[in-house]
């Protein structure tokens, strides 16, 4: 049974462990308090109105780890 990882920062919807996720190229969006995570392309696109990123911003595929991360 897969197990939920994260959830998405723009839906929500819960990516689970070993699913393809994406992140966004711009480092001010992967700080470790402000981390933002998308489900797909599309929720990053949405992401990207209130970010005002520059053009060459793109978002980067990731699959996220088998097992849930211990706290
Ligand atoms: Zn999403
Ligand atoms: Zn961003």
């Known amino acids: 049974m897969a197990q939920v990882w994260k959830k998405c920062s723009v839906c929500k919807k819960e990516i689970l462990c070993g699913a393809t996720y994406y992140l966004c190229s711009v480092s001010t969006c992967n700080r470790k308090r402000t981390q933002l995570i ?26 996220a780890p088998a097992a849930p991360v211990a706290r």
């Open 38 to 63: 998308f489900c797909s392309v599309e929720c990053w696109d949405s992401h990207l109105p209130e970010a005002r990123h520059r053009p060459d911003a793109g978002a980067i595929e990731h699959v």
